[in-house]
């Protein structure tokens, strides 16, 4: 061990017996940095967390298997003690290695310490799978001077010289190391609770864009970079409300793509004879696998879980009928699914020209407007929250009904609900774009004022459930 290291060690240790007493010293400080890692990792996931300290953070998050791994003989007997339910293993996180693998990895408040930040993340290969999500919360190295004032005064723990890292160093580390930072979340003004100073100025201001770069606490969620390449089963839906010229087309122009392929037309109350094409196409095309259903209620959202639900694919895919989105650009979205791209793969219709009539110019606005506030909200780039065409695996969709009840039933149209429900669960959201086009039958469903202002309701709802919870 070099001697940097060793007087780090000597630190902790010395230090273990008090860390409790620290803790609730500033006890609400941890219940935030509680509160957010509780937010961000379901109840019930396989978690590890490396420098676990006294265990607190890794009970806090409810695990089906907690493992805390901590290089402090004390710390890891007081968190035994403490939490006989988890497992706590004494090892220096820089020469750790565990044949698990596990759903979310916890590393708050450590990448300060560690003696080669790069080599940590290094070993972190080891034990993630593609589908891992790495939780890193440290401080805004902004704050370095109050928080030195902070030790001066004995309001916080003195730590000894410690990595300094930014946004952008870390995010530089992960890429040496195949990682990708999929959001930042920035939190806490104040690391002390006031009722009215924590209301304004935690609840409230540290939330705002631009503001938040002044926040003490980040909050970065990344995922392994990794290549895959294989071939899955793929539900392609159509929900189709008086759509009937256009259904025939839904299958002759959709490329045939992944190791099997069935359609799911559902039908919601039309009055043109939709319905009765759906079945139609469906003895008229017997080599493809075509299902035909009728929603029980109303809505595309409605439409779209009631398919979902029977789905056979391993990949769910929204294709609307009236497709403006074209069925020949569906294979995008499958690769960039299947090639580890992104685990919720979005349409966006607003990079290249339109066809004239394709879309309104209020309806555009709408859509650039939605897209700069989703991007604010959800803590990933979107243009276009509004394009119906969404894929994702249906393993992830099962998880979003799983943890539905935090929103609940409120989007009728489906997009914010997959969109929510993704970014809920830390899903990387990529773009896919492609040209929007003209409408060949019928006419739109969309009422852009009564419809536009129920989309601004959900979005503060949403802000009020993910931003100013």
Known sequence: MEKGQKKLFDYFEKN??????????NRFYQKTIERQYSFIIPEGANVIELGCSTGDLLNAVKPSYGLGVDFSPTV????????????????????????????????????????????????????????????????????????????FFGIKAKQPLQNWLSIPDIENILKLENFEIIKVEKKLFFPKYIPLINLIFNKFLANLPG???????????ARPVSLIDAE??????????????NIENAIKRTPRFGSHQEFIFIEGNSSDGTYDEMLRVQAQYPEVDIKVMKQSG??????????????????LMILDADLTTPPEDMPKFYDALKMNKGEFINGCRLVY???????????????????WFFSYLLGQRLKDTLCGT????????????????YFGDFDPFGDFDLLFGAAKLNLKITEVIVRYRDREYGSTQISRFSHGWLLIKMSLFAARKIKFK
């Not at 394709?358 to 555009?364: D, E, G, K, P, S």
């Open 298 to 315: 109303k809505g595309k959202g409605n439409a779209v879980r009631e398919a979902f639900e029977k789905a056979s694919g391993e990949v």
């Open 16 to 25: 273990a017996a008090k860390r409790d007493k620290w803790k609730k010293r």
């Open 353 to 371: 020209p339109m066809d004239d009539e394709a879309m309104r110019y209020l309806n555009f606005l709408g859509n650039k407007f939605f897209g």
């Open 390 to 405: 969404k894929v994702l695996f249906k393993s992830d969709y099962d998880k979003i009904i799983a943890n539905r009840s």
């Open 232 to 245: 899955y089963s793929v539900s392609v839906v159509v929900p189709a409300r008086n759509e009937k010229g």
């Open 211 to 221: 503001l938040n770069n002044l926040a003490l606490i980040q909050f970065l969620t």
């Open 76 to 151: 890891i007997n007081i968190a035994k003690e403490k939490y006989p339910h988890l497992d706590f293993m004494l090892a220096d996180v820089n020469c750790f290695v565990s044949e698990k693998t596990f759903d979310y990895v916890i590393i708050s408040d450590l990448l300060t310490s560690l003696w080669d930040v790069q080599l940590f993340f290094r070993k972190l290969r080891a034990y993630v799978t593609p589908r891992t999500k790495i939780i890193i919360s440290s401080y805004n190295y902004l704050w370095e001077p109050i928080l030195h004032l902070g030790e």
